[in-house]
T-cell receptor
Framework: KNEVEQSPQNLTAQEGEFITINCSYS?????LHWLQQHPGGGIVSLFM???GKKKHGRLIATINIQEKHSSLHITASHPRDSAVYIC?????????FGTGTSLTVIP | EPEVTQTPSHQVTQMGQEVILRCVPI?????FYWYRQILGQKVEFLVS????????KSEIFDDQFSVERPDGSNFTLKIRSTKLEDSAMYFC??????????????FGSGTRLTVV
């Protein structure tokens, strides 16, 4: 049973395209994280959000707590955005992670 | 910006050998975590640590694993007798709070363990 589901698993986009990655979860939470995993493996936290929308540069994250759904959008995508994007929800002292969305942006 | 530092970045070990993965959490953080990611799979929780003891662990974290905070700065994960299936990327993380809300939750860049 996956507490966190992401879609799509893989995504290829042309540079400049608007990208949406979706995350659905089955557990009750008060916040959700979006993480970025670089090709070398390191993980960076992009957003923590508990309601509404957050924006950081070309990245926008939205969450609907009632529907248990969150989206990560990338506007004007660039090849340097190529990475795996992971949705994670906290439960107690740990996180449940989605399987990740592998994004490739082609110049 | 404060970082969680992990060493080494890559370790190769013979099956059956003991390995120690090292982490230096952010200095004012109180909660420490280890996660692992087998190649091609999702990140999995191993253990959380607070006040010098394990606060939560997953079923993956069996008797082969142990964690320690030997001094005021390091947080280590020991695997006593490595198996091939222990090959994975191991991530350390630390946070200021233990509620999982993620305030100040920071991951290290990982140690890639290869068991041969």
């Amino acid at each position: 049973k996956n507490e966190v589901e992401q879609s799509p698993q893989n995504l290829t986009a042309q540079e400049g395209e608007f990208i949406t990655i979706n995350c659905s979860y089955s557990v009750g939470i008060s916040a959700l994280h979006w993480l970025q995993q670089h090709p070398g493996g390191g993980i960076v936290s992009l957003f923590m959000l508990s309601s509404g929308k957050k924006k950081h540069g070309r990245l926008i994250a939205t969450i609907n707590i009632q529907e248990k759904h969150s989206s990560l959008h990338i506007t004007a995508s660039h090849p340097r955005d190529s990475a795996v994007y992971i949705c994670a929800v906290p439960r107690g002292n740990q996180f449940y992670f989605g399987t990740g969305t592998s994004l490739t942006v082609i110049p | 910006e404060p970082e969680v530092t992990q060493t080494p970045s890559h370790q190769v070990t013979q099956m059956g050998q003991e390995v120690i993965l090292r982490c230096v959490p952010i200095s004012n953080h109180l909660y420490f975590y280890w996660y692992r990611q087998i190649l091609g799979q999702k990140v999995e929780f191993l253990v959380s640590f607070y006040n010098n003891e394990i606060s939560e662990k997953s079923e993956i974290f069996d008797d082969q694993f142990s964690v320690e905070r030997p001094d005021g700065s390091n947080f280590t994960l020991k695997i006593r007798s490595t198996k091939l299936e222990d090959s994975a990327m191991y991530f350390c993380a630390s946070s200021a709070t233990g509620q999982g809300l993620g305030y100040g939750y920071t991951f290290g860049s990982g140690t890639r363990l290869t068991v041969v």
